[in-house]
């Protein structure tokens, strides 16, 4: 056992060296116009050092750390949660309870806050939608940030070149991004898996791609900018009014403040969580949501009962697309311009980590990883250059210590005999 | 009520059947035993339209079920319980059970439920629990009530007895006799060959893709080679 340790810890060791000598150890500086290979000083050395000696002890001794880690409790967040019953009880209250906060918090806060906020609710919705597919359907699609990205376009360009409305466009980019899903879900109807997800990958970059180089349509890398935004009926949140219109303030006799505004997204997307919320929670009432689960758990079974996989799983793909079109839509309109820059895999990534990391399949789980992975990177704005090493950190950290996920979806294990 | 004329089934450039032929009449329990690899599965497979046969042809009630699609064909009173149970280990048995009555009425599903549950009692007391944590033989009943939910006329079992303890696979034959007193016509594949063919009105032997030998029950219960084969001796 520790012989087998002693060369798993050589191994590691002699990876990290390899790695650290590449990534920390040489650099290419330019000194004029040669290029040179400067080493690394001696405190780097020392740094590089002291990481390969932990990663070897750590290899070494592994045992005794996960024996001494197994008595660390694990956290269980569904105990903090009422039991079924007392909950069934709750429910109706607690939802308008969170909706009247909800509604009332931004005149509390600073204007900052708000923002998060509308910006946490987006991420909340591509997670709801994501889950569809990736909790509830079990297909793992990476390239979601493109039904996202073909959202955020559609309202941009029509906005842009017919001067339609967010509010005629909302609809639109729903369903352009739910046909771009169905059309999406044809060719990889066959596939599972690793193959899914590496064809839709590639649907991913394909569609950022095309954004890119469409410089005559989308305006290429320098995207789309003065998106108008949202009104209410009619009335705009601009200091002046354009020709022949009123702003809100004029209309409602008040002073003008930019918050307004701010607020007033904020609010446009707590309806549209709301919204989302609502559909796919019927959905998962409806006979299509439990087939989505049923696909899930086993392919053979569901045809066995004669259920058609074919619609099934594009009824799944092209439900996560319209979410995400919603999502992208309403993102176009709140940041008011858009480039391929903001449909990155990365994006792709993070709201993929927010089903896995909220419990597949779990509603509440999603919304609570939303929530932590949106604020959490705000708290640590001072170490914004390891934002991507803190988020591996925290993926390891849930992988060791809660791999289900912070909420997973709740069903009865055993039952007692009455 | 099904008549299986002269199937043949490749897996790829593989025969897997030859000219194979069956006929299951109303209310009757027929078996199909046979060794690893003779081709049972892929028999029913075949009925079931994936993969389809290269030629041949299977009737359903009259009906030329081949070429259609799965998906049709398991919609037209016919119900499968696929070998090694397959039931929906994360769902509960509530929702693998409506997913079996998933193209019915919900006063349909109602009444179906009904019969089901008092056929085994076992999944009424597990009725809100996670399939996948019941034992094999609980599995199998869900399985099977889970097939009976379409209200079928005809049932295809495939290896019910598979992995089971002998206690459980005495109930699950008793169960399958019950459902033929019920009306359900039953075509069961099975290596337990001996209790197979006791409950049996017709068997058929299969042999590398090949049906080799058919008769009653008890006949096949007595023949020498049978005996030889599959009952040891």
């Given at each position: 056992m520790m012989r087998q340790n002693f060369y798993a810890a050589v191994f590691a060791a002699g990876i990290t060296l390899i790695l650290t000598c590449l990534m920390v150890g040489v650099k290419l500086t330019s000194e004029g116009t040669e290029l040179r290979v400067v080493g690394a000083t001696s405190a780097q050395w020392a740094w590089i050092l002291s990481g390969i000696a932990i990663v070897f002890l750590s290899q070494l001794f592994r045992d005794h750390i996960s024996a001494a880690s197994a008595g660390i409790p694990r956290p269980d967040f569904?105990?903090?949660?009422?039991?079924v019953s007392v909950q069934a009880r709750l429910k109706p209250w607690l939802i308008a309870a969170v909706i009247v906060g909800l509604a009332v918090w931004p005149f509390m806060v600073s204007r900052g806050a708000v923002d998060l906020a509308t910006l946490t609710l987006i991420y909340i919705m591509l997670g709801l939608g994501l889950n569809i597919v990736v909790?509830?359907?079990?297909l793992l699609d990476l390239g979601y940030v493109a039904f996202y990205a073909i959202g955020a376009y559609t309202y941009a360009l029509l906005s842009s070149?017919?001067?339609?409305?967010f509010w005629i466009c909302l609809p639109i980019s729903a369903l352009l991004a739910a046909t771009f899903g169905f059309v999406l879900g044809f060719p990889v109807l066959r596939l599972r898996g690793d193959y899914l997800a590496i064809v839709t990958l590639g649907f991913g970059e394909i569609i950022r791609i095309l954004l890119n180089n469409w410089t005559s349509l989308?305006?290429?890398?320098?995207g789309i900018s003065g998106i108008d935004k949202p009104t209410l009926f009619g009335l705009d949140f601009n200091r002046r009014a354009a020709e022949g219109q009123t702003t809100f303030h004029e209309f409602m006799g008040i002073d003008y403040s930019s918050s307004y505004k701010v607020i007033f997204l904020y609010l446009i997307a707590v309806l549209l969580v709301i919204w989302v919320l609502f559909v796919i929670n019927r959905l998962m009432r409806m006979p299509i949501g439990r087939a989505w689960e049923a696909l899930r758990e086993d392919e053979i079974a569901c045809r066995s009962l004669g259920l058609n996989r074919t619609v099934i799983k594009l009824s799944a793909f092209t439900f996560g697309a319209s979410t995400a079109g919603f999502a992208g839509c309403f993102f176009a309109a709140r940041q008011g311009f858009i480039s391929p820059?903001?449909?990155?895999?990365i994006e792709s990534a993070i709201i993929l980590a927010i089903v896995v990391l909220g419990g597949m399949g779990s509603q509440f789980g999603v919304i609570l990883a939303a929530i932590v992975m949106t604020i959490l990177p705000e708290f640590a704005r001072e170490f914004s250059e390891y934002r991507m090493l803190l988020f591996g950190l925290l993926m390891v950290l849930m992988m060791r210590w809660r791999p289900q996920g912070?909420?997973?979806?709740?069903?009865?294990h055993m039952e007692l005999k009455r | 009520m099904l008549q299986i004329n002269n199937i043949n089934t490749h897996y790829g450039p593989i025969?897997?059947?030859?000219?194979v032929s069956v006929e299951v009449k109303k209310g009757e329990i027929v078996t199909l035993i046979g060794a690893n690899g003779a081709g049972k599965t892929t028999l029913m497979m075949t009925i079931c339209g994936?993969?389809?046969?290269?030629s041949g042809e299977i009737r359903f009630d009259g009906e030329v079920?081949?070429?259609?699609?799965t998906a049709q064909i398991m919609r037209k009173g016919l119900a499968i319980v696929p070998e090694g149970r397959?039931?929906?280990?994360?769902?509960?048995v509530q929702e693998n059970l409506h997913m079996g009555a998933y193209f019915r009425t919900k006063a349909e599903y109602e009444e179906t439920l009904e019969q089901v549950l008092l056929l085994f009692p076992r999944l009424r007391e597990r009725f809100?629990?996670?399939?996948?944590?019941?034992?094999g033989g609980e599995q199998q009943m869900l399985a099977i009530g889970r097939a009976m939910m379409s209200r079928p006329r005809m049932i295809l079992l495939d290896e019910?007895?598979?992995?089971?303890?002998p206690i459980i696979i005495q109930q699950i034959f008793q169960i399958i006799e019950k459902l033929r007193d019920d009306g359900v016509t039953i075509f069961l594949v099975e290596q337990n060959a001996n209790q197979a063919l006791k409950i049996a009105d017709r068997g058929y032997v299969l042999e590398n893709g090949r049906v080799v030998l058919s008769g009653s029950g008890t006949a096949l219960l007595d023949d020498e080679n049978v005996r030889k084969a599959y009952l040891g001796g």
């Open positions: 569904g105990k903090l949660l009422p039991a909790g509830l359907a079990g070149y017919f001067g339609l409305s989308t305006g290429g890398p320098n820059e903001s449909f990155v895999f912070l909420l997973p979806s709740k069903r009865p | 025969q897997a059947l030859h000219d994936d993969p389809q046969a290269t079920i081949t070429g259609q699609p397959r039931v929906f280990a994360r769902l509960t809100s629990q996670r399939a996948g944590t019941m034992s019910p007895s598979l992995g089971l303890a």
